[in-house]
Every structure is written in C-alpha cells, then in structure tokens.
C-alpha cells in the first residue's frame, strides 16, 4: 500500500495485522482519484470514515487538501493511522478520532464543513446504508462537496439518500465505489452503470 502521487508520492504505509481491516486496494485507490481528479484539485478539510490505515485521507494530504480527518473505532489502528501520519509527515494536519463513525457523526463540530468524506466500511457491513443517511443527516458535508463510498458488488445503494444523490458508480473485480453530491437526483446525469461515466460539472474546493 502506497501513496500514489503527491508530495508524499511513493510512501508505503503500515497495515494492521490480523485486526480484520481491509485497506481499499491500491488499484481501486487509483479509480476513485483517477475521477477525483476530473472534479479539480483537491482542497479544503477532508474527511475519512472507518479509516483503517489512513491511505484515503493521507492520499488527500498528499495531493493538496488543508487538513484531515481520521475515525476509527480501534485503537491500535488509531496509532497505525498516527504512524502513517508521521511518516508522511503530515501529523499537523492529519487528526485521529478513535470513536465509532456513528459518534463521530452525532457529535462533530469541524472548524469547515467536509470538501470530500470517504466513507468505506467492511463491505458486509449491514450499516451502510444507515450511515449514509447519517452522513445526509449530519450537515457536515460542503454544499458542492462528495462523500465517496466503497461497497462490495451484491450491496445494491439507492440513487438518493436525503439530500445526497448519486452521480457515479463504479465496479472494478470484487470492489466497488459510489460518489454522492448534495441536490436533487437528475436521472439523465446519473450514472448507476459499472462502465459509464458522467463528465464532472464542479470543482472539488
């Protein structure tokens, strides 16, 4: 596991052994920024739900967001996160929260609302749907930012949750990723289509 590009472009980053965390795989990081990168540079505050390693929000970091947020539930995964963070050297704006991503929802007051929250729980994960309408619910998301979630094939996602809409989806093997924006859900531009790609509109600011 690595950091694709950036200023860190090239780390490697620890994993937690035999603790049943399961990084995004590199290939699938490279798609979801591979799209990212289409909406422009990545700024403003980020956000990582069921962090594991780190590699998202780190990814983030690397390629120009101002600052980072890390949740997870374990605490040693916690100081593999802080770990990466120094080796990265980003431990002043990287900041690790070891709480379950529901609290964390509930409770968090960020300095500015989320450009990106990446959202990738174990893809059997019979929440995910819940936490999605969490994350609706929670206002933490900036008016044109997205909230990226990694899901396995058979977790079949609705278009809408609240206010968040789905404008893309993708499938690569055995993983896939849906991105949300807040608005109305516009059947014409969305694309529910593991192939298909929707031309992005906005800047990620």
Avoid: W
Wanted: with cysteine; glycine share 8%.
């Amino acid at each position: 596991m690595r950091v694709i590009t950036g200023s860190a472009k090239g780390h490697k980053l620890k994993a937690p052994k035999g603790m049943g965390t399961r990084p995004m795989l590199d290939r699938v990081k490279e798609a979801v920024f591979s799209v990212l990168e289409g909406y422009g540079p990545i700024r403003g505050n980020v956000l990582d739900l069921y962090a594991g390693t780190g590699s998202l929000g780190i990814e983030c970091l690397s390629r120009g967001a101002s600052s980072a947020d890390f949740v997870e539930r374990n605490a040693h995964v916690c100081k593999i996160i802080s770990e990466n963070l120094a080796h990265t050297k980003f431990s002043e704006r990287g900041n690790v929260h070891t709480m379950p991503v529901a609290r964390y929802l509930a409770s968090a007051a960020p300095p500015e609302k989320y450009a990106i929250i990446f959202m990738d729980p174990p893809y059997a994960d019979p929440a995910i749907e819940e936490m999605i309408h969490a994350v609706a619910d929670s206002a933490l998301l900036a008016e044109e930012g997205l909230l990226i979630v990694g899901h396995a094939p058979q977790v079949v996602l609705a278009d809408q949750y609240g206010p968040l809409h789905r404008i893309k989806f993708r499938r690569l093997g055995d993983s896939c990723f849906s991105i949300f924006e807040p608005g109305q859900l516009d059947e014409s531009a969305t694309d529910s289509a593991p192939e298909q790609a929707v031309q992005p509109q906005r800047s990620v600011a």
